[in-house]
């Protein structure tokens, strides 16, 4: 086998090496964990045995931390999937000056320098009984006490997560329509289309790419998160990663292991059906 033709594999094997290293052997090890059998103050023991995924898949506490996981996820998508639409269409169209669009840019980010833990927890004296919001509603007299639900509820879980994920919606579509070309919409204008025709018939098609990375950015972030919904509704809200969490606090691995590679199937089926809607590598290459 001659040089040329051993070249491409040459260049693509430390790649391999590092997926394979810290992605296909981890999760092997998961799963492979997952078929064992979990025995009271011993722990884990290497049987092979089906045992955990059955108790996971017919237990109703599992069905109603998936379903809270797959709720707040669609309802986040949404949110960040407006949100990151409409400011990166203000930033890439409205903003004439490219430093100033660069530097409205960077301000996005800039929450992003401090702890997510820190920016979430900062949500308390905001949404609290005791908090801005219900302080500034009760003196105008809209409301005669302090609304409970504005925090330690799903209503608080999604703030959090809009708040801490819609960077991850901006950037893609940001990136997605700097490379329309302007040229296209005042062709659009000049063929007598109003400005929402302009965005749903020009600029939305070809944001697709942007939606499609940024809604994989959210659904796995969002699904594969705990903290927040333990810190933001007081415990009173699950997901299934703090069923993970939990089993790994009493040293379950197997079931935590079953519980993991049940989230990662929905997870890529939810990735799948994305790119489903859209082929990402065929608009990449335009």
């Not at 790649?15 to 078929?35: I, Q, R, Y």
């Not at 990151?84 to 320098?113: D, E, K, M, Q």
């Not at 299934?240 to 379950?252: F, P, W």
Request: net charge positive.
């Amino acid at each position: 086998m001659t040089l040329r033709r051993i070249l491409p594999y040459l260049q693509v094997a430390p790649l391999t090496l590092v997926l394979a290293l810290f992605v296909v052997l981890p999760l092997g090890l998961v799963v492979a964990v997952s078929f064992w059998r979990f025995q009271f103050l011993v722990g884990p023991v290497p049987d092979f045995t089906l045992q955990n995924y059955v108790d996971l898949l017919s237990s109703e506490t599992t069905w109603r931390l998936y379903l809270s996981t797959v709720k707040f996820t669609l309802i986040v998508l949404a949110i960040t999937a407006v949100l990151g639409f409409w400011i990166s269409y203000f930033l890439v169209f409205h903003v004439r000056n490219l430093l100033t669009a660069i530097a409205l840019f960077l301000i996005c980010t800039v929450p992003f320098w401090t702890s997510n833990i820190i920016r979430m927890i900062s949500w308390r004296p905001v949404l609290g009984k005791e908090g801005l919001i219900n302080q500034a509603l009760m003196k105008l007299g809209l409301i005669d006490q302090p609304l409970a639900w504005l925090l330690f509820s799903d209503f608080a879980v999604v703030v959090a997560y809009v708040h801490l994920f819609t960077l991850f919606m901006i950037v893609p579509i940001f990136n997605a329509m700097a490379r329309i070309d302007k040229s296209l919409l005042e062709a659009a204008v000049d063929a007598g289309a109003s400005r929402l025709d302009v965005v749903w018939n020009v600029v939305l098609p070809l944001s697709r790419t942007g939606i499609a990375l940024g809604a994989v950015f959210v659904v796995t972030l969002v699904m594969g998160d705990f903290f927040v919904v333990i810190v933001m509704s007081g415990g009173l809200s699950g997901s299934a990663t703090s069923g993970i969490y939990n089993d790994v606090q009493i040293q379950n691995y197997p079931r935590a292991a079953a519980n993991a590679v049940i989230l990662l199937a929905i997870v890529l089926m939810m990735a799948t059906a994305i790119f489903r809607v859209v082929d990402v590598r065929r608009e990449l290459v335009r």
